[in-house]
């Protein structure tokens, strides 16, 4: 099948596109370093606690998402770009920002009726 | 109504969340292989070995996450839209190289076995790649729900069904009405739905790259359209999926989708056949 797939000069045109755009990515990719702030949130009996956190404006900082639960959530929040399964007892950091002020919305996704809160950008 | 059996709601709500997804995919990859032998067996595998894999996916999802300095599942998930995107502009070219040949056989035999020849697998792989991404999480979030043990397993099983039910519905609802598109126009319709639908997936892997942390995003919010259309509204999850809709997109996934669009666009008309006999060899690229 491999064979198939690269024997031929259209998968062979193919391949040089995604190279290239993969180093063009590569040089991208270098961007300055990591944010300072870290806010934890943790996520016990399906609610999150806090429920609001608040964070300053127009700069990177990190989330750390601490499952407290036994089963797996999924934290998701469409405003702040973030997807991530997180499994039992594990936990999750996610950049995020900088951000405009206002308020963004985060769910667990397993549990939306009551694992839902908001960061609050000020 | 659901109700009666506490628990079976939320069940269905993201288990149907989860299975459109993918459906949507299986719709489209069906009305772009309409009448072609054997097509049905490739879909089949495609949805199985998906499955088989969502489970692998679930079993080892703290190993993949945890991986990569914690980015694991971010680069997960972007190396399988990736592969999807590829798949999909493969497949467009291959039909573009080939369409021609395909169109100018005489017999119905000839055309059937020019057909033949098509890449399937790569579709298959597509269909493989969506049921593995959206399964994994349904496997997690039903191991979960049924551990808790806040809900009973009739429930969770209800619950489970009504989604997977009304997911299937709404992928069928697609492929059907792609089917009312008169067959002259079908091929171009599906092919832009392929494009499309493999622009949006690029656009969704270079937002889990940025997440990974090895992507600038380019600025955030380039457009924010979340209180017009959001994505969790259905209509919001459709478009997301079907074109890509993004309600509050970073300036790299708009690059993403458009250079996507621009790859496949360009390949599928620079290989394009030239309009020779049927037999005849094509003229070198």
């Known amino acids: 099948m491999i064979v198939i797939i690269f024997g031929s000069e259209n998968m062979r045109m193919m391949a040089k596109a995604s190279l290239t755009a993969l180093a063009l990515i590569a040089v991208a990719a270098l961007h300055p370093a990591a944010a300072q702030e870290s806010y934890v949130l943790t996520i016990k009996d399906h609610k999150f606690d806090p429920a609001e956190i608040t ?10 998402v601490k499952n407290m639960d036994d089963t797996a959530e999924e934290f998701e929040s469409e405003t702040l770009d973030v997807e991530e399964v997180i499994g039992g007892g594990q936990e999750a950091s996610f950049k995020i920002g900088p951000l405009e002020a206002g308020t963004y919305e985060f769910v667990g996704e397993f549990h939306e009726d009551s694992a839902k809160g908001n960061v609050v950008v000020q | 109504m659901l109700e009666l059996l506490p628990g079976s709601t939320p069940s269905a709500v993201v288990v149907f969340r989860e299975v459109l997804e993918a459906a949507l995919v299986v719709g489209i990859v069906m009305a772009a292989t309409r009448g072609i032998r054997g097509r049905g067996a490739w879909i089949l595998a495609g949805i199985g070995s998906g499955v088989i894999g969502a489970c692998l996916v679930a079993l080892f999802a703290e190993a993949i996450r945890s991986a990569a300095s914690g980015m694991g599942s971010e680069l997960f998930n972007a190396i399988v839209l990736f592969l ?7 497949h467009c070219v291959w039909m573009s190289r080939h369409g021609r040949e395909i169109a100018q056989q005489m017999t119905a035999v000839g055309r059937a076995v020019a057909e033949g020849a098509r890449p399937l697998y790569a579709l298959s792989f597509v269909i493989a790649l969506a049921v593995l991404r959206e399964g994994s999480e349904i496997v997690l979030f039903l191991y979960g729900f049924a551990a808790g043990g806040q809900v009973s397993l009739p429930a969770l099983a209800l619950g489970s069904a009504i989604g997977l039910g009304g997911g299937i519905a709404l992928g069928l609802a697609i492929y059907l009405g792609l089917l009312r598109v008169p067959m002259r126009h079908l091929f171009a319709v599906t092919t832009w739905m392929i494009i499309l639908l493999a622009a949006g997936m690029a656009a969704q892997g270079a937002a889990f790259l940025v997440q990974a942390d090895l992507l600038p995003a380019l600025g955030k919010g380039i457009w924010d359209t979340s209180k017009i259309l959001s994505e ?6 459709i478009l997301h999926v079907l ?14 989708y458009l250079v996507t669009i621009g790859i496949i666009g360009f390949l599928t008309w620079r290989l394009k056949s030239p309009a020779a006999p049927a037999g005849s060899a094509p003229r070198p690229a």
Request: proline residues 5%; charged residues 10%; without cysteine.
């Open chain 1, 55 to 64: 964070v300053p404006a127009g700069q990177e900082v990190t989330l750390v």
């Open chain 2, 84 to 90: 999807a995107v590829l798949m999909l502009g493969w």
């Open chain 2, 232 to 237: 969790k509204q259905l209509v919001g999850q």
């Open chain 2, 243 to 256: 074109v890509g809709y993004d309600s509050r997109p970073s300036g790299i996934q708009i690059v993403f």
